[in-house]
């Protein structure tokens, strides 16, 4: 299983990024794919989840302003996030939830700072 995330860099408060998590090694459409991140000194956090379906799933803290996606073409899982704000940063990574075992990509860091 390899999973590789990109898309992480430095944007204002209120700006726009988006993620994505290339997936390789399983068959990417049947298992549930997702997001966690951890920002200095805090416990790791979910953000988003997504079934093979497309059931979505949130955290509390993300909720209306990011969008987790999925395109079983690509094997892709994708994290659209808007109105970011200082509390957004930190590494973001990519899970792959197959059979039980969670696997774990590089992470990407996102940094919103003015």
């Known amino acids: 299983v390899q999973l590789q995330a990109s898309g992480g860099g430095l944007v204002q408060p209120g700006g726009s990024l988006r993620l994505s998590c290339a997936a390789s090694g399983f068959i990417f459409s049947l298992y549930h794919m997702g997001w966690y991140r951890q920002a200095p000194g805090k416990q790791r956090e979910a953000v988003a989840g997504?079934?093979?379906?497309?059931?979505?799933n949130y955290g509390d803290s993300v909720k209306g302003r990011f969008t987790i996606s999925r395109d079983n073409a690509k094997n892709t899982v994708n994290l659209e996030m808007n109105s970011l704000n200082p509390e957004d940063t930190a590494v973001y990574f990519c899970y792959a939830h197959i059979t039980g075992i969670d696997y774990w990509g590089k992470g990407t860091q996102v940094t919103v700072s003015s």
């Open positions: 997504i079934t093979g379906y497309g059931n979505t």
